[in-house]
């Protein structure tokens, strides 16, 4: 029997999470393939990113919780899975800085009185998704680090 490099393994739950990505951007969102934007619809607000950077932030995401997972419930002290979720988790963080969104409403629904997105509104949940993604790691960070020790002693 052929045993897998423990890179080659992993380079397969990174191709999952590209494949899952682009699953979700597919049910979740609106894809236009010719001009290379993906559309999502929130608070009746239709807002619009390169769908490189979403795709980028959304892989990101997916694989810092996959590994993030598939860490906590195998057994296995795998430097490499650790070390991937952390830095998929710190990756897309980083990557949400970089997010360009543009957004437009039909009929502009402030006139008719009724709360749309904004850019005030967009920055707020950007900075929100980011203060958990960071808590996320740091949280799995010390239980993987209080984890490893006891396992010496």
Excluded at 27 to 55: D, P
Aim: aromatic share 12%.
């Amino acid at each position: 029997m052929v045993q897998l490099k423990p890179i080659t393994i992993q380079l397969a739950w990174l191709v999952l999470a590209v494949m899952i990505s682009i699953l979700i951007i597919l049910i979740f969102c609106k894809w236009n393939f010719q001009n290379h934007l993906i559309t999502v619809r929130m608070l009746r607000t239709n807002v619009v990113f390169s769908e490189t950077g979403l795709l980028l932030s959304t892989w990101l995401l997916v694989s810092c919780l996959i590994f993030s997972i598939k860490e906590l419930w195998i057994r296995q002290n795998s430097i490499t899975g650790k070390a991937t979720a952390i830095i998929a988790g710190i990756s897309f963080i980083i990557s949400l800085n970089y997010l360009d969104a543009g957004w437009t409403s039909y009929p502009p629904l402030e006139a008719l009185g009724q709360k749309q997105l904004t850019s005030e509104i967009f920055n707020r949940g950007i900075l929100a998704t980011q203060i958990i993604t960071g808590v996320f790691m740091v949280t799995l960070l010390f239980w993987w680090i209080r984890k490893h020790s006891v396992q010496q002693t």
